[in-house]
């Protein structure tokens, strides 16, 4: 089974709008953390936003949130006041078992294309 | 305050040639990870390094890769004999600690094998 899914085809958002990125996830250890990452046309791989499976609010920097529901096991990425420069590829990742392990699995992205 | 460092950031290889690929983290982090990206897919795991240690290498082919992270010096991704199937973006990140909550990527290194 796959451990991150992220099925969302293209995305598009007009400028200035939120867009929600969506990702589950499959675990069943009861520790766990989810990333976001960013991933323009230049290739860089740009940490957004963790949440740890142990925290109780939903996590937030700037424009990002991260829309947790633990019994569904989504994690889904709210990019609010879209700008030109968000077009890249998004990619939702997790850590399994604590801080003991330190690997991530990534899911296989969504593309969103912000329109002018 | 300079982040990951990859080089080169591109490389081409001819089939059965060594493929030599650097990362040198951010300062002050001792855990290196090497990720390899596929064209359209997701980044795959393939090692963990602490200094002069291999903690994790369960994504790592067991043959023709091998990765060493030195007490001086960058962390070597080696691929030898390479294969076109070897073709792919390889990224490192590192951290500060084990199982911290941000993992710091370099910008990758294209290889391209003819």
């Known amino acids: 089974a796959q451990k991150i899914t992220q099925t969302q085809p293209g995305m598009f958002v007009q400028e200035k709008e939120a867009v929600t990125l969506d990702c589950t996830y499959d675990?069943?250890?009861?520790?766990?953390?989810l990333f976001w990452y960013k991933q323009p046309s230049s290739g860089e791989m740009i940490f957004l936003i963790y949440q740890g499976s142990y925290d109780q609010q939903n996590a937030t920097e700037g424009r990002y949130s991260l829309n947790f529901q633990k019994a569904r096991k989504s994690a889904n990425l709210v990019i609010s006041a879209s700008q030109l420069g968000d077009s890249a590829m998004y990619f939702c990742a997790m850590r399994e078992g604590g801080t003991a392990n330190s690997k991530l699995t990534f899911g296989k992205g969504i593309t969103l294309s912000v329109r002018p | 305050n300079a982040g990951v460092m990859q080089n080169p950031r591109h490389l081409v290889r001819r089939r059965g040639q060594e493929a030599r690929l650097r990362c040198s983290p951010v300062k002050g982090h001792s855990h290196v990870y090497w990720y390899r990206q596929l064209p359209e897919e997701g980044l795959k795991f393939m090692v963990y390094?602490?200094?002069?240690?291999?903690?994790?290498e369960s994504g790592m082919p067991k043959e023709r890769f091998s990765a060493e992270f030195p007490k001086e010096g960058p962390s070597i991704l080696r691929i030898q004999q390479v294969v076109r199937g070897d073709s792919a973006a390889y990224f490192c990140?590192?951290?500060?600690?084990?199982?911290?909550?941000?993992?710091?990527f370099g910008p990758g290194t294209r290889l391209t094998v003819l």
């Open positions: 990140a590192s951290s500060p600690r084990q199982g911290g909550n941000e993992q710091f």
């Open positions: 675990t069943s250890d009861p520790s766990y953390g």
């Open positions: 390094l602490q200094k002069e240690n291999i903690i994790d």
